[in-house]
């Protein structure tokens, strides 16, 4: 991928379009005097060496690689040109097909970063149309590689899919985050201490499933065999329904991808 490549992001103004443009400014995947960022009203005040404008086929009309990185809501009416260059989607639930007929390009890309990307640590998946080529290829991985780390799968269903598991990932700790400090402050702790001891706990056990590269199963396994403390909440946990309500969440996060998609 060259740094002289032109790269646009429709909707750069935002948290995930801006995660997206620091971390690949930062591993110097683009100049940022060939960076464009489109703002909804006003602009920020990141990449000062960057292009930002109100106007997205502006920002369309001198970009080589446009991505796309707004509500769905606000895709609906975004009628940009891409002429046939290379567009990408961070969007849930609109299809290939979709984005094709409305862009005006078969190279089309369907990604799904997460809000890690702001920190180099999000995982994306990707599909793209057949008329993507190699290039094209190498162009999306060296993009979302700088935001962390990609796989392309082999169906969109898949990114219908990974909208949950990973595109609204980084909630999910949080989530149990959120509910540990809620009873340690509830059990008395001062709020400050249940936070940094939460917050350590979730990022140190991230650390560790990356260092050891276990399956998660396996590390559950281990802390159950040993029969103590941990063992004890995890049982109480799993009984009261851990795993059905991840399901659970997991399907709606799903389905409601597949009706984002659907144009009235």
């Known amino acids: 991928m060259s740094v002289s490549l032109r790269i646009g992001i429709i909707g750069g103004g935002g948290w995930l379009g801006g ?17 464009s960022l489109s703002y909804r009203s006003q602009q920020p005040d990141r990449f000062p060496n960057s292009f930002w404008t109100s106007d997205n086929q502006a920002l369309a009309d001198r970009s080589d690689v446009i991505l796309l990185s707004v ?7 975004l009628g940009v040109d891409a002429g046939g260059k290379l567009v990408i989607s961070v969007m849930a639930g609109f299809g290939l097909a979709a ?5 005006k390009t078969g190279r089309v890309v369907r990604a799904l970063p997460n809000a890690a990307a702001e920190v180099a640590k999000s995982y994306t998946p990707l599909i793209g149309t057949s008329e993507v080529t190699e290039n094209d290829r190498a162009i999306v991985r060296a993009i979302f590689e700088a935001c ?35 009873h340690a402050v509830a059990r008395g702790l001062p709020a400050a201490i249940a936070r940094r001891a939460v917050n350590t706990v979730i990022s140190g056990a991230g650390r560790l499933l990356e260092r050891r590269d276990e399956s998660p199963e396996e590390v559950v396994q281990t802390f159950l065999d040993c029969r103590g403390t941990t063992a004890a909440a ?5 009984a009261a329904g851990f795993d059905a309500s991840v399901a659970k969440g997991l399907l709606a996060a799903f389905q409601k991808s597949v009706s984002m998609g659907e144009i009235s």
């Open 148 to 182: 962390g780390s990609q796989d392309e799968v082999a169906r969109e269903s898949d990114i219908d899919y990974l909208t949950g598991l990973s595109g609204s990932g980084p909630a999910f700790p949080a989530l149990l985050a959120a509910a540990m400090m809620r």
């Open 71 to 77: 509500r769905p809501d606000d895709w609906r009416t």
């Open 19 to 35: 995660a997206i443009a620091g971390s690949i400014v930062d591993a110097g995947r683009v100049e940022p005097r060939n960076l």
């Open 234 to 238: 995890i049982d109480s946990m799993q």
């Open 99 to 103: 984005l094709s007929q409305r862009h």
